[in-house]
């Protein structure tokens, strides 16, 4: 199915206002997220990077580990059955005594259709808490194909290019971004976009979490670089709808992709 023929993705981003609050609350947040939106309304719902858990808990973030199929995995995949519609989220992911700051996508049926690990970390915290992951992750999605990144990934141009060059027409990343941090959401992830020719969802936490004062500003690009959603300060649920022809249209204009196995290497 070319594009042209492909209907549009209906996508949502829930932007999680932070706070002290277990997995299973976490889980009737995101339920009343989506009984707001109503059955069927989208085909996809992107949540932030660790969502399970949260990001700022320190240590307690290793307790709360699970694999992609535990308890809060089960839960949104019922959430995924129930309201027809695949759902990304991030989570402290427990495989074989490893830990790994995971995103995960369940697809409407509520079958685990990606499980990516973070392939870089940025800091003691994390470097303490998780094992790298090793490599892109990809799933298909109404007929779309999406990359998964997780937060840090998306900061790197070559993640973003290798999942283009892939095949992905979405890069989704789940994120904690702090407010100091601003021009990552407002200028890097525009670029990201525009720079490959694909839509990129990012998905940030709003509100204070201990010390950390999360930006929001969730987005939505279009593969020119244009905005198509973005959040403010607290916490909501974006709505954007996702033209494929648009893809098209960018990189006929700016044929980077094309182009940039002509760039000589070092």
Not at 78 to 94: F, H
Not at 158 to 170: D, M, P, S
Request: aromatic residues 10%.
């Amino acid at each position: 199915m070319n594009a042209g023929e492909r209907r549009a993705l209906r996508l949502a981003v829930f932007q999680y206002q932070a706070r002290d609050e277990q997995p299973n609350d976490r889980l009737d947040r995101l339920a009343a997220a989506l009984r707001n939106l109503g059955r069927e309304a989208v085909d996809l719902v992107v949540c932030p990077e660790l969502f399970l858990s949260g990001y700022n808990i320190g240590s307690r973030v290793a307790e709360l580990a699970e694999p992609p199929d535990g308890p809060f995995g089960k839960g949104v995949a019922g959430l995924a059955r129930e309201y027809r519609t695949a759902i990304v989220y991030g989570y402290p992911e427990l495989d074989n005594g490893r830990r790994h700051n995971a995103a995960v996508c369940f697809d409407s049926g509520g079958r685990l259709i990606a499980n990516h690990r973070k392939l870089r970390l940025p800091n003691g915290y994390e470097q303490t808490h998780f094992a790298c992951g090793d490599g892109l992750t990809f799933c298909e999605i109404a007929g779309w194909k999406i990359g998964v990144l997780v937060c840090y990934d998306i900061e790197f141009p070559e993640a973003v290019r290798a999942c283009a060059l892939g095949g992905a027409e979405i890069v989704v990343a789940p994120t904690a971004l702090k407010a100091e941090w601003s021009f990552v959401a407002r200028r890097m992830i525009p670029t990201r976009a525009f720079e490959n020719g694909v839509f990129v969802v990012y998905a940030n936490y709003a509100g204070q979490e201990g010390e950390f004062t999360y930006l929001g500003e969730s987005c939505a690009i279009g593969p020119d670089g244009s905005e198509l959603a973005r959040g403010g300060s607290g916490e909501e649920m974006l709505r954007a709808t996702l033209d494929a022809s648009l893809i098209a249209s960018a990189r006929a204009k700016l044929s980077y992709l094309a182009d940039c196995g002509a760039i000589p290497r070092a």
